[in-house]
């Protein structure tokens, strides 16, 4: 499978730059469980705070918690050249792993005296990533709040603005440490919130710290030789008790975004068979999902559109079918639907057996 299967044309006006006026005015486009080779039928046009007409009573929606910190700061080598630091990672402490933008890359030792006050002294490199330690007079997470800007995604193409400071964060993100929000949770304002309470939605957590390796494009066109961006995540055990129970009952389960898909599978301990059950996990992921892997853990994902031949747009091609996705995906572009982190949403449901089979 290369990566040039997952291409598609996006006219650059469809890239959302800024969010709406309201979170849930978003548009939702639900794509359905298919009959036959069907992908193009089916298909509805949506606002996105039609979506507790959509769920049942006893779904369960399962949320990505993390919290985006505002991880791009500016500085000065003693040299005199100028540095732009993206934090990747919070190590704990007064110790980080990040990108930085810099003319000639600073040795071991050298000392970035930071626009904000305080420095960032370089201890070492591994790969595109520098680890840095801060000298700063308060925490790390405070200095940030005033000192640091929020990395909005590349393809945003203005600087970050005071409405970018709640806008680009979810309203139930509490676990600190994502450098990008987990998007499709941006569409959750709190009336809708409570209108999907009141029709009997439960709601679960996983935290999954987003990192800026999801803006890396993939670099190979033999999608086997990918090597996946880590990243950490947390799945408890009261969110496995939450779906055991969900499921018992008939429930569905549904992931806000394809980092809760991420953080579900890497916590499925499966046997020789493909088979498995969730167990409770915190570390490091590397998974990569593409079709070919089934997902098992979610009976429907809401998510965002999706850049070209990214490893996003592979992992709902495994969960939804690949031709079904393109096929939304050239229906969206047709309807104009808003692209990206701050654009419209999907919900969908996973392939069939046959459109499986098929694929395989």
């Not at 006026?21 to 046009?45: C, H, I, K, M, Y």
């Not at 970050?160 to 509490?174: H, K, L, N």
């Amino acid at each position: 499978m290369k990566k040039s299967d997952f291409h598609y044309d996006l006219p650059p006006e469809l890239i959302a730059q800024a969010p709406l006026p309201e979170r849930s005015a978003s548009r939702l486009l639900v794509v359905p469980p298919t009959r036959g080779n069907a992908f193009d039928s089916g298909f509805q046009d949506r606002v996105f705070r039609d979506l507790p007409d959509l769920l049942q009573p006893g779904d369960l929606l399962v949320f990505n918690d993390t919290r985006v910190i505002p991880a791009r700061l500016y500085g000065q080598k003693t040299t005199g050249g100028r540095v732009e630091i993206l934090i990747e990672r919070m190590l704990g402490g007064f110790e980080v792993r990040a990108q930085l933008g810099v003319s000639k890359s600073p040795k071991e030792g050298a000392r970035i005296a930071l626009d904000a006050g305080g420095e960032a002294e370089v201890l070492g490199r591994d790969g595109e990533f520098y680890r840095l330690r801060f000298h700063i007079d308060e925490s790390l997470e405070k200095y940030l709040l005033h000192a640091g800007r929020l990395p909005l995604p590349p393809y945003i193409q203005r600087e970050a603005g005071t409405d970018d400071d709640t806008r680009y964060q979810t309203v139930f993100a509490r676990e600190v440490g994502a450098v990008a929000a987990p998007t499709a949770g941006l569409h959750f304002d709190e009336a809708l919130l409570d209108a999907l309470k009141a029709r009997g939605v439960e709601f679960g957590h996983v935290t999954l710290h987003v990192g800026a390796g999801t803006f890396q494009p993939v670099r190979v066109d033999e999608l086997d030789q990918h090597v996946m961006h880590s990243e950490w995540l947390n799945v408890g055990a009261a969110l496995i008790e939450q779906i055991r129970r969900t499921r018992a009952a008939g429930g569905r389960v549904i992931a806000v975004g394809t980092t809760v898909v991420r953080a579900l599978e890497s916590a499925m301990r499966r046997n020789d068979d493909g088979e498995g059950e969730l167990q409770p996990y915190a570390g490091e992921t590397r998974l990569f999902i593409l079709p070919g892997y089934r997902i098992r853990s979610v009976d429907a994902l809401i998510t965002n559109f999706h850049l070209p031949e990214s490893t996003l747009l592979m992992l709902v091609s495994a969960f939804a079918g690949k031709a079904r996705v393109f096929a939304a995906y050239d229906h969206a572009i047709a309807e104009r639907y808003r692209f990206f982190s701050y654009g419209d949403a999907m919900l969908l449901f996973p392939q069939s057996h046959d459109e499986r089979e098929q694929a395989e």
